[in-house]
């Protein structure tokens, strides 16, 4: 099973600041099979990004997404209010399995 | 508009089964597999398996292979999930998601609401 380590566990920024979450994988993944969910309290994940960087449909340009091999990031450029959530990464190229998970909150 | 909506709450008790219902609307049902993924409170997604929605086919984790069963009604746009021999650890939010596949990406482009399954004696 492919593990994915996400880091930090919790980021702590206030609206307008960068932020940079990390997913290292424990073996090699293509990067089609690389993607970042967003989950605030009490909803489903929503997609953010597939493919390690292609934005899915109306997701803001602030986050973008690269990496390849077992290092995977994903950007927030400048932090909105509403951003403020847990971000997971997923892959799928061997079974499926999830990080553990970012949070970023309020500073 | 695509929309995929799960059966309510359950509360079982330890050995039982449950089954979770997710019907969809707005898009060919047949067209796209569907996943189920579940999340115990505080901690990360974790994958169950999925079913080819157009032949029934499946694929399960295998940590779930024993005891989860992936089915579907496609005259009624709903698939199910059944997971037996309760445990207290299976507590948790279960999820169906659409799988669209975009070259050999998969994106879990929409979700169920989820459906909290309690276990407790």
């Known amino acids: 099973e492919i593990v994915l380590t996400q880091s930090p566990g919790t980021l702590s920024l206030s609206p307008g600041e960068r932020a940079t979450l990390s997913c290292r994988a424990s073996?090699?993944?293509?990067?089609?099979?690389l993607a970042w969910y967003q989950q605030k309290p009490g909803q489903a994940p929503r997609l953010l990004i597939y493919?390690?960087?292609g934005r899915a449909t109306g997701i803001p340009d602030r986050f973008s997404g690269s990496g390849s091999g077992t290092d995977f990031t994903l950007t927030i450029s400048r932090l909105e209010p509403e951003d403020f959530a847990v971000y997971y990464c997923?892959?799928?190229?061997?079974?499926?399995?999830f990080g553990g998970g970012t949070k970023v909150e309020i500073k | 508009q695509v929309q995929l909506v799960q059966s309510g709450a359950e509360v079982k008790k330890p050995g039982a089964s449950v089954k979770v219902s997710c019907t969809t609307s707005?898009?060919?049902?047949?067209?796209?597999?569907l996943e189920w993924v579940r999340q115990v409170p505080g901690q990360g997604p974790e994958w169950m398996g999925s079913?080819?929605?157009?032949?029934?086919?499946?694929k399960y984790a295998e940590k779930f292979q024993v005891r989860v069963t992936l089915t579907r009604d496609a005259s009624i746009n709903t698939a199910y999930m059944e997971l037996s021999r309760l445990k207290s650890d299976d507590t948790a939010v279960y999820y169906c998601?659409?799988?669209?596949?975009?070259?050999?990406?998969?994106?879990?482009?929409?979700w169920g609401q989820g459906t909290l399954v309690i276990v407790s004696s």
């Open positions: 073996q090699s993944v293509s990067a089609s099979y």
């Open positions: 997923q892959q799928h190229a061997s079974s499926v399995t």
């Open positions: 707005g898009y060919t049902f047949t067209a796209y597999y």
């Open positions: 998601a659409r799988r669209y596949q975009l070259m050999s990406s998969w994106l879990f482009d929409y």
């Open positions: 079913i080819n929605t157009f032949s029934g086919d499946t």
């Open positions: 493919g390690a960087s």
